[in-house]
């Protein structure tokens, strides 16, 4: 079978390690599903693996890919739920197991045409929801649910700020907390960006670091030093930054002093448990909200697709098909 694996690691020549080969089917073991890939979809976590951050050399060569969505063995359609671990090991939230990995860190990933996981992390895919959709979710749109309604338990009515509009967690969280009734404002340094962001359902977009009409409850972060300080400012006494990643940087000035004297919250948050992906899938069903999809690209065209994410040209999510490659089975 055909798939996109990570050889090598190069903090500026990231792509130059990912090679297209044949590698073997996915053979079946007791309590684990093979999957047959239909759409995975591509995420900021890839390209780190790339550039050799936060996946260690020596577990290479690896599939990439978090995302999947296809058939199991049976013939059933299925989302993959892509943090493998213990539950229990996380007091009950797999998410905090110290030992969990997501896919592609230590077990093949989605950028095949076969995977095989967990079969406890196989979750039915309803049929009102496309498998490009279905592969859209559950890295991008998991932690952004996970963001808002698990740790900021946004509400009606609250002030949302998220900053970095066009990424796939930005859209989702966007998009979910606008249907949750909250008022969203949106950054971005891309006025084309801005654009799309009302479109989602944010009341105002603004350039990045730009002033807001008001005071916010809630920051939703992935974007790090470069957006930092612009978030704690525009918190309200008592509000709450919940971050998800650091795309420009891990080391902004923390300003302790306005942590404390406004009484400011800061909840790391990282990917989704299984649940909340299956409540997420209940929320888009009540909502009718969908994945913003950028575009469907056979698995043969995958440095293609990075490179749009590394040139800044990506609104939403980069869908990879394997099954549209013509690799051998």
């Given at each position: ?16 390690g990912l ?78 197991d ?58 009606a009515?609250?002030r ?9 967690v ?22 084309t ?17 730009e ?20 978030s ?5 006494p ?10 420009s940087?891990a ?11 406004q ?8 990917g989704?448990t ?56």
């Amino acid at each position: 079978m055909l798939t996109a694996t990570a050889i090598s690691q190069s903090a500026t020549d990231p792509l130059s390690g990912l090679v297209l080969r044949d590698s073997p089917v996915p053979g079946l073991r007791p309590g684990w599903s093979v999957v047959k890939v239909v759409a995975s979809s591509l995420n900021m976590h890839d390209l780190w693996t790339l550039r050799g951050v936060g996946h260690p050399a020596d577990r290479l060569p690896i599939v990439l890919g978090c995302d999947a969505a296809g058939f199991d063995e049976d013939g059933r359609e299925v989302i993959v739920h892509p943090v493998l671990g213990d539950s229990e090991a996380g007091g009950g939230d797999v998410t905090l197991d110290p030992g969990r990995v997501l896919l592609s860190e230590r077990h093949d990933g989605a950028f095949a045409e076969y995977l095989t996981v967990p079969t406890a992390n196989l979750v039915p895919k309803p049929s009102w929801l496309s498998f490009d959709e279905a592969a859209s979710l559950p890295v991008a749109w998991g932690t952004a649910y996970r963001m808002l309604f698990t740790q900021a338990k946004i509400r009606a009515g609250d002030r949302v700020l998220v900053q970095g509009a066009g990424g796939g967690v930005g859209s989702a969280a966007i998009t979910l907390a606008a249907a949750a009734g909250a008022v969203v404002y949106a950054t971005s340094r891309s006025g084309t960006k801005r654009a799309e962001a009302l479109t989602w359902g944010a009341r105002a977009a603004f350039a990045t670091g730009e002033r807001l009409p008001e005071r916010v409850d809630v920051a939703i972060e992935t974007v790090g030093e470069a957006t930092w300080s612009h978030s704690m400012k525009a918190l309200k006494p008592g509000g709450t930054i919940v971050i998800a990643g650091a795309t420009s940087g891990a080391a902004p000035y923390a300003d302790l002093n306005r942590i404390f004297y406004q009484q400011l919250r800061v909840l790391g948050s990282t990917g989704c448990t299984r649940s909340e992906l299956v409540d997420l899938l209940r929320m888009m069903d009540a909502t009718g909200v969908r994945p913003v999809i950028d575009r469907a690209l056979p698995l043969t065209e995958i440095h293609k697709g990075f490179q749009l994410m590394i040139d800044g040209g990506v609104t939403g999510k980069i869908i990879v098909r394997p099954a549209d490659s013509g690799g051998a089975s």
